[in-house]
């Protein structure tokens, strides 16, 4: 695992104990012949499914690469606190108040709809890696990154939030495309800059509004 983050899945107790586990079934079963470690993976998620042969190398089978699974973990940390930065926004839509209201509610509305996109594309580059995606709010706010409640403050308390959070994320998501590109795996680098240049501008725009 690589820790690029602040917090990382396997620093929580419940994850780490969730992958050793599923790390020891694997072993056990191989070294009993049931089953490979790739098909026992699987049937502890409830059924077989292929695995995808993109080209990009398994971590399980490498310590000199970061692999498919690393890769897989890293987006669905992004994922998990781009989605609570999409309910923060939403949320601030509908509880914003003050002079200027009608301006904020309209930008918020603009920036959570961008936030739920961005949450499907990366659900289904995780998807696409052989990961399963989140199956829970729980495990989503369980792995994220930036604060899960900030009440319903004033509206320039709420645009240094969400500024906040997008300056968290164009950080993070530039740190982990390096991580893919270095792991071969151009398809998810070109996502996470694509991510960055958009939490970037989005991060502009809130600082604009907070120029006086
Ligand atoms: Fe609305």
Same mark, same amino acid.
């Given at each position: 695992?690589?820790?690029?983050?602040?917090?990382?899945? +396997?620093?929580?107790?419940?994850?780490?104990?969730?992958?050793?586990?599923?790390?020891?079934?694997?072993? $056990?079963?191989?070294?009993?012949?049931? #089953?490979?470690?790739?098909?026992?993976?699987?049937? @502890?998620?409830?059924?077989?499914? %292929?695995?995808?042969?993109?080209?990009?190398?398994?971590?399980? $089978?490498?310590? @000199?690469?970061?692999? $498919? $699974?690393?890769?897989?973990?890293?987006?669905?940390?992004? %994922? #998990?606190?781009?989605?609570? +930065?999409?309910?923060?926004?939403?949320?601030?839509?509908?509880?914003?108040?003050?002079?200027?209201?009608?301006?904020?509610? !309209?930008?918020?509305?603009?920036?959570?709809?961008?936030?739920?996109?961005?949450?499907?594309?990366? @659900?289904?580059?995780?998807?696409?890696?052989?990961?399963?995606?989140?199956?829970?709010?729980?495990?989503? =706010?369980?792995? =994220?990154?930036?604060?899960?409640?900030?009440?319903?403050?004033?509206?320039?308390?709420?645009?240094?939030? +969400?500024?906040?959070?997008?300056?968290?994320? #164009?950080?993070?998501?530039?740190?982990?495309?390096?991580?893919?590109?270095?792991?071969?795996?151009?398809?998810?680098?070109?996502?996470?800059?694509?991510? =960055?240049?958009?939490?970037? !501008?989005? #991060?502009?725009?809130?600082?604009?509004? +907070?120029?006086?």
């Amino acid at each position: 695992m690589i820790a690029i983050f602040a917090r990382s899945p +396997l620093d929580d107790e419940g994850a780490r104990v969730e992958v050793l586990s599923a790390r020891e079934r694997d072993h $056990r079963l191989s070294s009993t012949g049931s #089953a490979s470690p790739r098909h026992a993976a699987h049937a @502890a998620q409830g059924g077989r499914t %292929m695995e995808p042969r993109i080209g990009i190398d398994d971590g399980r $089978r490498s310590t @000199a690469e970061t692999g $498919r $699974r690393e890769i897989s973990e890293i987006v669905t940390h992004v %994922m #998990a606190d781009t989605y609570v +930065l999409y309910f923060q926004t939403q949320s601030f839509h509908w509880n914003v108040r003050g002079p200027h209201f009608h301006a904020l509610h !309209k930008m918020f509305e603009e920036q959570y709809d961008q936030l739920a996109e961005a949450v499907d594309e990366l @659900a289904e580059r995780v998807r696409a890696l052989g990961a399963l995606a989140p199956t829970s709010l729980g495990q989503i =706010a369980s792995i =994220a990154r930036i604060p899960l409640d900030h009440g319903a403050p004033g509206a320039r308390g709420m645009v240094e939030i +969400l500024l906040r959070g997008h300056e968290h994320l #164009a950080r993070d998501t530039r740190r982990a495309a390096e991580i893919a590109e270095e792991s071969g795996d151009g398809v998810t680098h070109d996502m996470l800059i694509g991510r =960055a240049e958009e939490h970037e !501008k989005t #991060a502009w725009m809130l600082r604009a509004t +907070l120029d006086e």
